[in-house]
């Protein structure tokens, strides 16, 4: 396994006018050439700050990248200039988000805005620029690829916007691909069509993709490894079969209950998390999950649980995992 991108310690604070919120909490992780990670959680977890921030996409004037690393090939990402950033960008590196018309530009015809992306990172002459993004378009099911080259992003459908800015992701064959959310907001057929194109690129390409989604669906049929946040940080990583069998953290149980899948004819019904998550400006020192937690015990209001690992790739911050946690409880107890 090659790894292609690997966040260390990363923590973002989003700077308000009456006070700082610690949006992500140290989360590291690892990206793999060719592999899909899905980052699952309830809104409001760090999933979309995090990987704005793989790009360095978050507002300079509110948010700040306080501590931690990112790397990428030789670089770190949060450190590195304006221009290498630009370089990456759309080259190495793209980016889908759930909305299409945030990234197109209204007034610019479909087939500039894909020309434009593939001429700024490659040397073409503009007739095999064209000719490219019209392959592009072709490539991501978009019928009538030449005339469509001349439409304008609103005479698309939803759908097919998004195919659109699909293409224009991955135009330049990124090693990366960051997708949030790409097709929550698409019909399920849709949906099932835009995936299946990102996975048969990522086949031909072997690009690592992270995937946000709320859909354990999309995440049982994307990706190998599933990160799990809450309140910002990552509370379990670990393959996706074995985070689906066998979850250890109280948070993901509670999460694979409560979340649907579109995949299986699930038999149970929905179970809610009881509870909202903390605001994050007034998170104490102990577990962020313990006014949730079924299992909470007096060491998690007070201690912040240490990660654990059960094998090489699977790992979880909770007291139950911990060796150390008996030793804990009983001193608490006896206090
Ligand atoms: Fe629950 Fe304690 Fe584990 Fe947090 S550390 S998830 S409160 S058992
Ligand atoms: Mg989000």
């Known amino acids: 396994n090659e790894t292609i991108l690997s966040v260390e310690n990363l923590r973002i604070s989003f700077h308000l006018q009456d006070r700082v919120i610690?949006?992500?909490?140290?989360?590291?992780?690892t990206l793999n050439k060719g592999e899909t990670l899905a980052i699952v959680g309830e809104s409001g977890s760090g999933k979309s700050v995090t990987a704005k921030s793989l790009m360095r996409l978050l507002p300079k004037q509110t948010t700040r990248i306080t501590d931690g690393r990112i790397h990428y090939q030789n670089m770190d990402i949060t450190t590195i200039s304006p221009r290498e950033l630009e370089s990456l960008r759309g080259?190495?590196?793209?980016?889908?988000?759930?909305?299409?018309?945030?990234?197109?530009?209204?007034?610019?015809?479909?087939?500039?805005?894909?020309?434009?992306?593939?001429?700024?990172?490659?040397?073409?002459?503009?007739?095999?620029?064209?000719?490219?993004?019209?392959?592009?378009?072709?490539?991501?099911?978009?019928?009538?690829?030449?005339?469509?080259?001349?439409?304008?992003?609103?005479?698309?459908?939803?759908?097919?916007?998004?195919?659109?800015?699909?293409?224009?992701?991955?135009?330049?064959?990124?090693?990366?691909?960051?997708?949030?959310?790409?097709?929550?907001?698409?019909?399920?057929?849709?949906?099932?069509?835009?995936?299946?194109?990102?996975?048969?690129?990522?086949?031909?390409?072997?690009?690592?993709?992270?995937?946000?989604?709320?859909?354990?669906?999309?995440?049982a049929n994307m990706a190998q490894r599933v990160a799990v946040m809450y309140t910002g940080e990552i509370v379990e990583i670990g393959p996706t079969d074995e985070i689906f069998s066998n979850p250890q953290h109280p948070y993901t149980k509670g999460l694979l209950q409560s979340?649907?899948?579109?995949?299986?004819?699930?038999?149970?019904?929905?179970?809610?998390?009881?509870?909202?998550?903390?605001?994050?400006?007034?998170?104490?020192?102990?577990?962020?999950?313990?006014?949730?937690?079924?299992?909470?015990?007096?060491?998690?209001h007070h201690h912040a649980p240490p990660r654990?690992?059960?094998?090489?790739?699977?790992?979880t911050a909770c007291w139950l995992q911990d060796q150390r946690s008996l030793k804990a409880r009983e001193t608490f107890q006896m206090q």
């Not at 009538?144 to 459908?157: C, D, G, I």
């Not at 995936?195 to 995440?219: A, C, F, N, P, R």
């Open 91 to 219: 080259k190495e590196i793209s980016m889908v988000f759930q909305d299409p018309m945030t990234s197109l530009n209204p007034t610019m015809k479909i087939g500039q805005q894909i020309m434009e992306g593939i001429v700024q990172h490659q040397t073409l002459t503009k007739a095999e620029a064209r000719q490219k993004a019209i392959e592009m378009l072709k490539l991501v099911g978009i019928p009538n690829a030449e005339e469509r080259m001349e439409a304008y992003p609103h005479q698309f459908s939803g759908g097919m916007r998004q195919r659109v800015v699909i293409a224009i992701a991955l135009a330049c064959r990124p090693n990366i691909l960051i997708a949030d959310e790409p097709t929550t907001a698409l019909d399920v057929t849709i949906q099932a069509q835009i995936l299946d194109l990102m996975k048969s690129v990522q086949e031909q390409t072997q690009m690592g993709m992270i995937l946000i989604t709320h859909d354990l669906g999309v995440v």
């Open 22 to 29: 610690q949006a992500v909490r140290g989360v590291s992780f």
């Open 308 to 315: 654990t690992s059960l094998n090489e790739q699977h790992g």
């Open 259 to 300: 979340m649907p899948r579109l995949d299986a004819d699930r038999q149970e019904p929905l179970v809610p998390i009881p509870g909202s998550p903390p605001d994050v400006s007034r998170l104490g020192t102990g577990c962020a999950f313990a006014p949730r937690c079924p299992y909470v015990m007096k060491v998690c």
